[in-house]
């Protein structure tokens, strides 16, 4: 008999009734076991709850390493709603936990939510005279899936919707009949009221800054219904301060003390609600729950995983995930802009090809958008950008070890080729080009320079090195079959104080006579 699977649904704020009841009649119907935990008060209660646990359904329950610690069986977080902050998907995916929003399930909730409080800041039912949000500029700061609802609302008010996302897909923006601006100084100069749909990471953590607030009109409304942490709070309070009819609502509390201090000195202007608001009502509860509910069944009763945010490999399989993100890395300084991408994984990572291309395209994309990619949103990238990956089958007559290799096209199809492996626990690249170069992947900048051979030319290489005030000493050199180009690659080390930017370093090798090409990679 198969083991039953058991889901948890550990609410701190509980579902509405119908919504949690729905969830678990899915679940149930499917063969799964389900237990609930709503309302709980300590993590402790929910670390209790631990025991045979295979998935977990949350809201904004905080899910650390401690209770992914206590529960020894669990493969699967859903998190019913749109962000995943509140978990740890990174230690997750060391663990083989998979972690899944339920995107989208909410969006309307929170987008209503946000013309509830323009309204009530622009409007308030006090018996005075307010305005109206016709013809006033809206900013939408954000155009994801509940973005895209506030555009579609702020057209039928009337609202003149411009719109600011550093991903846009302008196409999309048109549809809505938006005006897109280039910069988040645009967005907020020209908008009256200003909606937050961003969510909270390291990059946009404490973005919303003073600089950026004081560029909206004195009576300008900011609307937050993301995360309060997006938010620079000293700098909001010191525009709140210095402008006397500026607004601020939102439904995600700031710290105790900068709440202390809008409660004493603000409360007219400023709007908080007592809990966190954006998905509660009984529809979004329902259409998120009962989504959750789906995506655990899809899980454990048929390994289908829709929207996992990280990627957990089994054991011995995930050094290759980091392995094949490096390899994109490489590929992206060597390669340029990728136009097709062919990928050959061996032996028992043929299983494994999809998740392993993720990687490969997260390597390929991170550097550029300055933000972490999910496996699946490099996925999402590569479409987007039409570049193909296709999975070759490995050559049954050449025996392989478990490595990979990589055929990277660029935009006029010239190909690259690289390959890489898990030697003794090192990651190293097998092959660039046509070198049979081992390279070892640690988190080091490196210089890579291929050249015309000829006599001591290596060497004038690791002067040009020594000059700039690097050590040359770790490195490796490398012929071609033909013995008629090499490669010589430098690790950068600085001796002291470096007189030159490696990157300055690197013009300078390639002034050299009978070098072809050099490279500065960072791998850090
Ligand atoms: C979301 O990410 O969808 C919202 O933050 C909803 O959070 P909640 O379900 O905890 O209210």
Known sequence: MLLEKTVLIATEKPFSEDARNAAVKAMEESGLKVRILEGYKSQQELLAAADGVHALIVRSDIIDQKVMDAFPN???????????????????????????????????????????????SIRPLNGK???????????????????????????????DVRVYDRFLDERKAKEYGVTVVTSTEDLYKNSDIVSVHIPSNNETNKSISYELLKLMPANGILVNTARAEVINEEGLLKVLKERPQFKYATDIAPTAETKAVMEKE????????????????????????????????????????????????????????????????????????PGKIELTCHRDLAKYKEQIGQYVLKGLFEEDLGRELTPTSARESAKERGIEVIYRNPDPRVLHNLSLDITYFDQSGKPYEISGRVDNGELQITRIGEFKQIIPIRPLECVLTEYAEQAGM??????????????????????????????????VEPVGTPVKEVKAVVQDILKLPGVLNSYYVNMK
């Open 129 to 159: 005279k307010g305005n109206e949000l016709k013809g006033k500029r809206l900013g939408i700061h954000g155009f994801g899936n509940v973005g895209q609802i506030v555009a579609r609302l702020g057209v039928a008010f009337g609202m």
């Open 74 to 120: 669990l493969e699967l977080i859903v998190r019913a709603g749109a962000g995943w902050d509140n978990i740890n998907h990174i230690y997750a995916e060391q663990k083989g936990i998979v972690v899944e929003p339920t995107p989208g399930q909410n969006s309307n909730a929170v987008a209503e939510l946000a013309y509830e409080m323009m309204l009530m």
């Open 458 to 491: 290596a060497d004038r290489i690791g002067n040009v090195f020594t000059q700039g005030g690097y050590n040359k000493a770790n490195g490796g050199f490398r012929q071609n079959n033909q013995r008629d180009k090499a490669m010589v690659f430098f690790q």
């Open 266 to 337: 603000f409360k007219d202007r400023t709007i908080i609600t007592p809990k966190k608001q954006g998905a509660e009502t009984d529809e979004a509860n329902y259409n998120a729950a009962v989504a959750a509910a789906h995506q655990c069944c899809d899980f454990l009763n048929n390994g289908i995983v829709l929207y996992a945010v990280n990627n957990p490999l089994p054991n011995g399989i995930r050094a290759y995930a980091v392995l094949a993100q490096a390899l994109g890395r490489f590929n992206k300084v060597i390669g340029g802009a």
